[in-house]
């Protein structure tokens, strides 16, 4: 899929599908082996300072997605990554890959992601990373409310948008403040 609009121009997501069986950490923190569920998605896109159509642009608070995503990676100068996009030719260009894996568990299913965006794996590791997980949360959002997609990239920008949320949430919840 390749559609432009304001905003978010060049969108292209890409989805694969694998299973397999193997070792996995379940519910429990305990190891365990079984089947795995793979899906991996590949979201491309290019950011700018408008609006899409339909956004809400007199909400308080609100902000293009370039500049939230400028803004989130500022906050993480420390950061290789933040540094080459930010110096970059094009700092709006953003691609975000996601891993994810699920895994049938008697305490209910693991679910576990992992993400990489420009190329650079993005663990939440410090509180400083969550206002990129937050932004990258808004774009896939926005994605799914204005973008016409198929059932089958809808469904994997939602799985990417609930493994962003719920990344940031487990972060929270684990967080010593």
């Given amino acids: ?30 190891i365990e082996e079984g089947d795995k569920y793979y899906t991996i998605v590949a979201l491309k896109a290019d950011l700018d300072g408008t609006p899409l159509k339909g956004e809400n642009i007199e909400a308080e608070g609100y902000k293009p997605h370039i ?3 400028i803004e989130s990676l500022n906050k993480l100068k420390h950061f290789v990554l933040a540094q080459k996009i930010l110096q970059g030719d094009n700092p709006g260009e953003i691609e975000i890959l996601m891993k ?7 305490l209910g ?7 990489t965006l420009n190329g650079q794996e993005i663990p939440i590791v410090h509180r400083n990373v969550l206002p ?10 926005d994605i799914l409310k204005f973008f016409d997609l198929s059932p089958e990239s809808r469904k ?21 403040l």
């Fill in 109 to 115: 299913e693991v679910n576990q992601a992992s993400f």
């Fill in 132 to 141: 990129l997980y937050s932004c990258l949360a808004r774009i896939t959002k």
């Fill in 1 to 30: 899929m390749n559609v432009s609009f304001t905003g978010i121009k060049k969108l292209d997501i890409r989805t694969f599908k694998a299973d397999g069986y193997g070792f996995y950490v379940n519910n429990a923190c305990q």
């Fill in 100 to 106: 994810h894996f699920r895994a049938p568990d008697n």
């Fill in 67 to 69: 500049t939230q995503f």
């Fill in 156 to 176: 994997s920008v939602q799985l990417m948008n609930d493994s962003l949320t719920g990344n940031a949430v487990e972060f929270i919840e684990n967080m010593n």
